[in-house]
């Protein structure tokens, strides 16, 4: 069974600092993996999503990179804003099945400080 | 443009009484459709499932069910509810087939059962 894992649960950060948020997996025949953004009391919205065969995917400030044989996935965030805080969760699908079979992890809430 | 609707945003019932939460989804057809549960310090658990009208696909036996009345329309629903089905659920649509490879998620209704 596929577990993922999200390591800090929360960090605070000061303004313009570069950080980085971690995932690992146990299982790594994956299809792909998926970022993810949650405000409080919000839905998920997707940041980046990397195929198996991608090493990373970048969009503005976010830099996603995924170590298949590793069961990691890192992602960085330039010079981090307030707007920032919320919680990041990654999603990992499996090869075999539909969307139904992706695990999520619990997520690391970010504070970013004025 | 796809977008999905998720009603209501919160809710607050007593123990015993009856759920009933909706997910409508537009600007798509047959799409996947997703019911989760987002409990504080655990992960997104997938409820249920459905790759068409009238397909419903149950994925952790509960006190709820769901179920697809129209092509685009999905409802989550209890007789009587628990204390335990206090949460935050989520509603979520992919495409179906090849291209199933990510979800896109409703804003989510946090239920309080007192």
């Known amino acids: 069974k596929q577990e993922v894992t999200q390591i800090p649960a929360a960090l605070s950060v000061p303004e313009g600092e570069n950080l980085v948020l971690n995932c690992s997996f146990t299982d790594s025949a994956i299809y792909n993996l998926q970022w993810f953004r949650q405000d409080p009391g919000k839905g998920l919205t997707s940041l980046l999503l990397i195929q198996s065969s991608q090493r990373e995917q970048t969009s503005g400030r976010l830099n996603a990179s995924l170590d298949k044989s590793s069961g990691r996935s890192t992602l960085y965030i330039a010079a981090s804003q307030p707007g920032d805080s919320a919680t990041y969760l990654c999603a990992v699908r499996p090869i075999s099945g539909g969307y139904q079979k992706v695990t999520f992890g619990i997520g690391t809430k970010l504070q970013v400080i004025p | 443009s796809q977008t999905i609707h998720q009603w209501p945003a919160t809710l607050v019932q007593p123990v015993g009484s009856p759920l009933s939460l909706e997910c409508t989804v537009e600007?798509?057809?047959?799409?996947?459709l997703y019911w989760y549960r987002q409990a504080a310090g655990r992960g997104l658990q997938l409820l249920f499932y459905s790759v068409g009208i009238g397909q419903i696909s149950s994925e952790v036996p509960q006190n709820l069910s769901a179920s697809r009345p129209q092509d685009r329309q999905f409802i989550l629903s209890s007789k009587k509810l628990l204390l335990s089905d206090s949460g935050f659920y989520l509603c979520?649509?992919?495409?179906?087939?090849?291209?199933?490879?990510?979800?896109?998620f409703g804003q989510g209704t946090r239920l309080t059962v007192v």
């Open positions: 979520a649509w992919s495409v179906p087939g090849g291209s199933d490879t990510e979800a896109f």
């Open positions: 600007g798509t057809s047959n799409p996947n």
